[in-house]
């Protein structure tokens, strides 16, 4: 079945409309050079920045001189990126570099120091071209602050390119780099991923380094690789991977390179789908609709599609209440000079934190072990878990978040996000890859979670599912809406 993918148009050059994996194939054979392709993401980034917002803050001159000592890395490492320009998000140190935050009382602080994601990442041959807008400390799934102001969807300017790490997704739709760098919590990852026809990927907890941080033995809020499909995702993960001692929870990089797992397509696959994880979310038919039609062309290849889930229960208090120990301990304990500036959400976020009871805490601790126990259990007869990313298609980019979603209510602010709780929760790999677009032009994705440490075998099905569904990876200049 053909897709029905928009047409669009792409005026940047011909190196931004290649993927990371043919970029990196072209530096390492010194087809092309760093400093070709510094000028092309700058040049790219002045074309649409105005239209989009999504890199707010560039060092393309530090990068120059980075790519000096490319000579001095490891350029038998799997992940060795050869001088590639990435984005980092703006939660993120990178030395000599602006880190706001998102945050009017983080405006103008400079990082003196690389957190270990970004050391281990130009340790790799990556070259930081840029800063990747976030909402307000990363809390919520549309991407604005009062810093830089609003990112916007490429498929529709008007619409909302998801969060937090709407940044990213959209410097990789629009051909800004060829990867960038995300963080998820409540699907910071997935959702904008799904927002904006790339890929965005949860990885177990310890397979990518987070920050130094306050609370380095946290395993609910992460960072990720994000890309245009699926190879090149599995690419930036071995370039992340691996272990450093200031981040307690990392782990090594695994013995076969993730990169194996796309080498060929393979859809002898069973996929448990729940498009509403059991009625825990609503789901609008439309995009529910399309998940069934993407899976269906899997099946037609010889996959295994069951309609079946887990049980659910306790996962909603569960989640909120790891949210808000992680909220409070983070955000919640910066100077009063930075929290006086606070969203009212994210302050909202961090009361709740503050204010749990220690049962609340305990009874979390419990639950969510069972739950990864069902998980693990259900995991053992099926490949992955398919279920939606989000139930609702983009927002107008105005709305900070949806009040209802097919007719249900949503109580707070992240309700709407729902689908993001339970590979949070329960410490497996996730991934959202594209799977088509609404009868209005917005691209839709679908979520795959897989069993504990099974990063490659989500990796291998969402790389059948793209090469099955086929609806197309290359950057597209922003179709301007007001």
Not at 109 to 122: F, G, R, T
Not at 165 to 186: F, K, N, Q, R
């Amino acid at each position: 079945m053909k897709s029905n993918r928009p047409e669009t148009s792409f005026t940047g050059s011909d190196l931004c409309a290649k993927s990371a994996r043919e970029v990196v194939k072209l530096l390492r054979t010194k087809q092309v050079s760093p400093e070709e392709l510094i000028a092309a993401s700058e040049n790219r980034t002045a074309q649409v920045g105005e239209q989009v917002n999504a890199v707010v803050t560039t060092c393309h001159d530090r990068a120059r001189e980075k790519a000096a000592g490319l000579a001095n890395l490891d350029a038998d490492h799997p992940g060795y990126l050869a001088g590639l320009p990435v984005g980092i998000k703006d939660l993120s140190a990178v030395s000599g570099v602006r880190m706001t935050k998102g945050t009017l009382g983080m405006s103008d602080h400079v990082c003196k120091d690389n957190d270990p994601i970004v050391d281990i990442l130009e340790n790799r041959g990556a070259l930081v071209v840029g800063k990747t807008n976030t909402p307000e400390m990363g809390a919520g799934g549309n991407t604005f602050n009062a810093v830089f102001g609003k990112t916007r969807n490429p498929w529709n300017t008007a619409k909302n390119a998801g969060g937090s790490s709407g940044g990213a997704a959209v410097s990789l739709a629009t051909g800004e780099v060829w990867l960038s760098h995300g963080s998820d919590l409540a699907g910071s990852l997935r959702t904008p991923a799904a927002y904006c026809n790339v890929v965005g990927m949860r990885a177990s907890p310890g397979r990518v380094l987070g920050g130094p941080g306050p609370i380095g033995f946290t395993v609910e809020g992460i960072a990720g690789p994000m890309a245009r499909s699926v190879a090149d995702c599995a690419l930036f993960l071995d370039a992340m991977c691996g272990y450093d001692s200031r981040a307690p929870m990392s782990l090594p990089a695994p013995d076969a390179p993730f990169q194996q797992a796309v080498e060929t397509v393979d859809c002898n696959v069973k996929v448990a789908y729940a498009p509403t994880l059991g009625g825990f979310a609503p789901v609008e038919s439309e995009l529910e609709s399309i998940m069934q039609s993407a899976l269906g062309q899997l099946a037609g290849e010889g996959a295994q599609i069951d309609e079946d889930c887990p049980c659910m229960d306790g996962l909603n208090d569960t989640y909120i209440t790891l949210r808000g120990q992680v909220w409070a301990s983070t955000a919640g304990r910066l100077p009063q000079e930075i929290q006086q500036h606070y969203k009212k959400t994210l302050a909202e976020n961090i009361e709740v934190g503050r204010n749990l009871t220690v049962e609340q805490v305990m009874d979390a601790n419990v639950t969510r072990t069972t739950l990864y126990q069902r998980m693990r259990t259900f995991l053992q007869s099926h490949d992955v878990l398919a279920t939606a990313v989000v139930g609702i298609e983009q927002t107008p980019v105005g709305l900070e978040y949806p009040t209802g979603v097919d007719g249900q209510v949503m109580d707070s602010y992240i309700d709407w996000l729902k689908f993001s709780y339970l590979a949070t929760t329960t410490g497996l790999p996730a991934i959202s890859v594209p799977c088509g677009f609404t009868k209005s032009g917005m691209p839709v994705g679908l979520q795959l979670i897989g069993p504990p440490r099974g990063d490659a075998k989500v990796l291998a099905v969402a790389h059948a599912l793209e090469q099955v569904v086929d609806i197309g990876q290359g950057p597209i200049d922003p179709i301007v809406r007001l």
